[in-house]
């Protein structure tokens, strides 16, 4: 049991997975009524946003893929499938290891993310609308600095491979 008064921030760790948790369970229905104003398949949201979150790379692969999204191979390998015949990824062989197929996101595809990103961008503006504007600032300036360092730690070449 951890001291309270010891704890140099009580409770931010809760808190954070609380959000965590609130959102994974809400955000994807607002992504499946219409990014775009179309219904959508979830799971290509998030297809995109790795192909994209690992487009640092030479070369992006399903195993990369399986990485950015915390999954098993043959999971990432079906969702990949789904947003291939979506027309959001397209998929080659690769220069590296013809055995294996590398991933990039197609022109419907660079739209849908950036589609995705407006939506959630508009979600975190209506979020923090009555918050202080020094305090939407600090927010966002403080998500971005996390989001950035750990994706950054988690990368590859960070971790020595």
Not at 65 to 86: C, E, F, N
Not at 108 to 130: E, N, Y
């Amino acid at each position: 049991m951890t001291d309270q008064a010891a704890v140099p921030f009580p409770q931010a760790g809760p808190a954070l997975f609380r959000l965590v948790r609130f959102w994974s369970r809400r955000w994807a229905p607002g992504v499946a009524n219409g990014v775009r104003g179309e219904p959508e398949n979830v799971q290509n949201v998030f297809v995109v946003e790795a192909v994209d979150g690992a487009g640092h790379q030479a070369e992006v692969t399903v195993a990369d893929i399986a990485h950015q999204l915390g999954l098993d191979r043959s999971v990432a390998s079906r969702m990949v499938s789904i947003a291939v015949d979506a027309g959001y990824v397209r998929r080659g062989t690769s220069e590296v290891d013809a055995r294996r197929a590398s991933l990039a996101l197609t022109e419907t595809g660079q739209r849908f993310l950036a589609d995705s990103h407006a939506f959630q961008q508009r979600t975190f503006d209506d979020m923090v609308a009555g918050w202080p504007e020094a305090d939407r600032h600090s927010l966002a300036r403080y998500l971005r600095r996390l989001a950035t360092e750990l994706i950054d730690a988690d990368r590859p070449a960070a971790r020595g491979g």
